[in-house]
């Protein structure tokens, strides 16, 4: 198979969308999260393509006021691709866009029943430094997940 991870186009709207509405609960609508996510993130909305179809993708963004820290907002790939370093791949080249544009410290969060995603994310450098029960909302509990690109990895708080 044929990975390719790029920046998101205008014409990976429709594909994107598919991906994000498999991937979220209930009736999401994710068009305008889509359509503004490529306007306001467009150098760091990266998409996995594989064999001509979109398979996957990841939106990173800088806090605009702490430009030295980043998030990773989403990454999602489609379920019958999973465990094909899809993931790793899009991971690492969020990781890699963010410290170019001037990211020390990259920042996401995770559902702690996500035992994937914590192992995934685990093996990129990210430790646990927080836990939000309904940050989300009722049910949406999130464990907030913390990556140090300095180097300095004494830096990392873990509880």
Known sequence: MDLTIREYRDEDFQA????ERENSPGDCKPEVFVRQAGALFGDTFLVAECDGQIVGYTIG????HQRATGWIIRLVVAERYRRRGFGESLVAAVITGLRERGAYEVYLSVAPENHAARALYERHGFLETDFFPAYFGEGGDRCILRRDLTGRQDLICSD
């Not at 994107?16 to 991906?19: D, F, Q, S």
């Not at 963004?61 to 605009?64: D, E, P």
């Open 61 to 64: 963004a800088l806090v605009q």
């Open 16 to 19: 994107v969308c598919a991906l």
